[in-house]
């Protein structure tokens, strides 16, 4: 159901209410992706779909009643034993701040209990801190740091090594 409230005469201004649904990320799902980043993260989003297929990862969605994807985000199950971990959470910018990165954290954690595991972990950069403070409202707690990296493909289309310091966060499930 999607309700628009007008909220006066002659306004154009609505409250748009749209029921979401969460499912795994499918590889037709890529080209309407394109608000979580890069190209070359795409194609890594891509591998990563490969690897949901045989089981080591699962990659959700969240999406809109006529199917398409506004947050996304995936749960690791070989990085960590006994544990899964959350990654690549990306909610489309228009509709950040408005639960999904919320609900998304709650169904992969679902996934994670789904496998019998009962705890669940990620990383979030340091100088992220609303992501982070995201994480400490959902009930995780920060165990250490760790560096990271990866390639990003800039505006001008070279690719560039990025390196990055991580909080290293976990809750019990
Ligand atoms: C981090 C991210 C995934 C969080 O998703 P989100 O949908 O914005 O998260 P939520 O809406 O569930 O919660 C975040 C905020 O919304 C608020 N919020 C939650 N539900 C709300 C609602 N129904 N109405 C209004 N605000 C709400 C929360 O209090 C929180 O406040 P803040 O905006 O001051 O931080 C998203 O912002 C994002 O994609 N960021 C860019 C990529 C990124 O940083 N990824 C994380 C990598 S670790």
Redesign the pocket.
């Known amino acids: 159901m999607l309700a628009a409230v007008m909220t006066a005469h002659e306004s154009a201004d609505a409250t748009l209410a749209v029921p979401v649904s969460v499912r795994d990320l499918l590889p037709r799902d890529l080209p309407a992706c394109t608000w979580s980043g890069s190209g070359i993260h795409l194609r890594h989003v891509e591998r990563e779909l490969g690897r949901a297929a045989a089981g080591e990862v699962d990659y959700l969605a969240v999406c809109t009643p006529v199917d398409l994807p506004v947050?996304i985000g995936g749960v690791d199950y070989q990085v960590s034993e006994g544990a899964g971990t959350l990654w690549q959470?990306?909610?489309l910018p228009a509709?950040?701040?408005?639960?999904?990165?919320?609900?998304?954290v709650r169904a992969a954690e679902q996934r994670i209990r789904n496998r019998g595991l009962r705890r669940a972990e990620?990383a979030?950069?340091e100088n992220?801190p609303?992501?982070r403070?995201?994480y400490e409202?959902l009930g995780y707690t920060a165990y250490g740091r760790k560096p990271d990296a990866w390639d990003q493909e800039g505006p001008d289309g070279l690719i560039r090594r990025y390196e990055t310091m991580c909080v290293l966060m976990r809750r019990d499930l």
Do not use: F, P
């Not at 509709?95 to 998304?104: F, I, M, P, V």
């Open positions: 947050a959470l990306a909610v509709l950040q701040s408005r639960g999904l990165g919320t609900l998304l990620l979030v950069e992220n609303r992501a403070a995201l409202r």
